[in-house]
């Protein structure tokens, strides 16, 4: 049963949508069409502005409705392929041009978190916000010692807004498993959790601040990425201080052609920083939106933002290199072995027919440059043949897939004739060689090689108790087996005693019988 905060919710969603001009939405939903004819009797509703073009319409509707639905824009703001051209340019501006909340609010907040004033933390500190995004917003400053830094702080009452619409999702996760057949398939609920901790995350920035620093000496002097330093002194979970970076935002295509920046090497870059944080290093940045990564050029990317990032157990990370290269080999039976194998597909599905309907998905799109890749009727195509083979969706593997459409939408803004697959394959290559073949193997024996040698002097007396022990067990078995063989025995006489008192019960009735 749905409760009244989140049918209040419900209610003031659709209210948003009316008043921005989108009733079409509204009307489609058959509980709420009374609200249309309602909303006539409120002056807002005839304060709205009709004449603004369907894509700012949009935007101002999320922007209103709060953090998780900016969020969804800006993951839409990527996939320009997906969206009609005014739509689209108009949700990149929800990347970092959200409404800003209030300076002097934003000043309380750092001061009530690092416990002194704004005069004793910075030298100079701008009032005006640098940038505004669903969870945060930025404003520059200058350290007491001379340093160029940027002051991120969080929204006040962000974490409300935000469980209040996580109960929401929760609710429609429920209906959707009680309603839709697809759903326990696809664990809705658990891709709800999935998407609960990664926001909630989200809002602490003192992980973020670790998280940033892990990605920092991960590239350490790279050439092709550089994250900026943490001031931990003036770093809170409300408020973050970092380096400022300078460098022109990864969108901003006309700002790069006019730098001379190498599109190519950006495109292939991108890829190889996607691969090696997932293959490698094991721990990827999850929200790589055109907000969140810059250029400085003619090739080199800065990167900010580490709210949100992702890990892989060793298990899925090993399936899913394994995947990504037979995929790129074109052996799709092993494809569709490792599916079975890793529990992804069910152990009962026929390794041929699956095999077949992998082939047929993913074997067109092959030789073709990402300009002509046409990913919203591929992923059409896999989730029809995952419905098909009754593939339960990996809650855990969502941020990874996100990460990698933004990858793709980015690429395809920066050099759409990006050979995707050649770009990938090399690294993959060397990662399954590395961590799977007879080197790697050799090398994990080498590591394990200082514990054996410690435990080697205990290896006789190990191997005495597990024969005494063993010993023992077969004695015991033996015993067992001996009195059960007895009690099989007594079972046995028991048996024929009981045989012979009824025959010879039978006789003496039937000599009483004759008797008489």
Request: net charge neutral; with cysteine.
């Amino acid at each position: 049963m749905i409760g009244p905060k989140i049918l209040m919710r419900l209610i003031h969603i659709q209210w948003v949508l009316l008043f921005h001009g989108l009733d079409e939405l509204v009307l489609k939903t058959h509980l709420f069409r009374p609200i249309r004819y309602l909303a006539i009797f409120s002056p807002y509703y005839w304060a709205r502005n009709e004449n603004e073009p369907r894509g700012v319409r949009i935007r101002k509707a999320l922007e209103d409705l709060g953090p998780i639905y900016v969020k969804f824009g800006q993951a839409l703001s990527t996939r320009k392929d997906l969206l009609p051209e005014d739509i689209a340019d108009e949700l990149v501006k929800l990347q970092d041009k959200v409404p800003p909340f209030s300076s002097d609010l934003a000043k309380s907040i750092i001061e009530r978190e690092l416990g002194q004033s704004i005069s004793e933390s910075f030298a100079e500190f701008d009032s005006k916000p640098l940038a505004s995004a669903s969870v945060a917003q930025v404003h520059t400053a200058t350290l007491l010692t001379g340093e160029r830094v940027i002051v991120k702080v969080l929204r006040p009452d962000i974490k409300n807004r935000i469980e209040a619409d996580l109960a929401l999702l929760y609710e429609l996760a429920k209906l959707a498993e009680k309603f839709w057949p697809d759903a326990k398939r696809l664990r809705v609920k658990e891709v709800v959790a999935e998407f609960e901790k990664t926001l909630l995350d989200e809002l602490d920035l003192i992980r973020e601040a670790a998280n940033a620093a892990k990605v920092r000496r991960n590239f350490e002097n790279s050439e092709i990425l550089y994250v900026p330093e943490i001031h931990w002194p003036l770093t809170r979970r409300n408020v973050m201080v970092m380096e400022r970076i300078h460098g022109i935002p990864v969108g901003d295509i006309d700002v790069l052609r006019a730098g001379n920046a190498d599109f190519k090497l950006l495109a292939e870059r991108g890829v190889e920083i996607f691969f090696t944080q997932v293959f490698r290093d094991n721990f990827f940045h999850a929200d790589m939106h055109p907000g969140n990564i810059f250029v400085e050029l003619p090739a080199k990317y800065l990167a900010v933002d580490f709210g949100i990032v992702g890990t892989l157990s060793e298990s899925d990370q090993r399936y899913l290199g394994e995947n990504f290269l037979a995929f790129f080999n074109r052996d799709y039976r092993r494809v569709a072995e490792m599916h079975i194998e890793s529990g992804w597909v069910p152990s009962y599905t026929r390794v041929e027919e699956f095999e077949s309907a992998i082939r047929s998905v993913c074997e067109p799109i092959f030789e073709k440059p990402l300009k002509d890749i046409s990913f919203g009727l591929l992923l059409l195509r896999l989730f029809q043949t995952a419905r098909r083979f009754d593939m339960v969706v990996q809650p855990q593997l969502v941020l990874l897939q996100k990460t990698l459409l933004n990858i793709e939408g980015l690429g395809r803004q920066l050099y759409p004739d990006l050979d995707l697959w050649q770009t990938a394959k090399p690294y993959l290559e060397s990662w399954v060689k590395e961590r799977l073949g007879p080197k790697a193997k050799l090398k994990k024996l080498a590591q394990q090689f200082p514990e054996l040698v410690t435990q080697f002097p205990e290896i006789p007396g190990l191997i005495y108790r597990a024969l005494d022990d063993a010993g023992h067990a077969r004695t015991q078995m033996e015993n067992q087996t001996r009195e059960l063989q007895q009690l099989r025995e007594q079972i046995a006489d028991n048996n024929r005693s009981t045989i012979w008192t009824l025959l010879i019960s039978a006789v003496a009735i039937s000599l009483a019988l004759l008797l008489g």
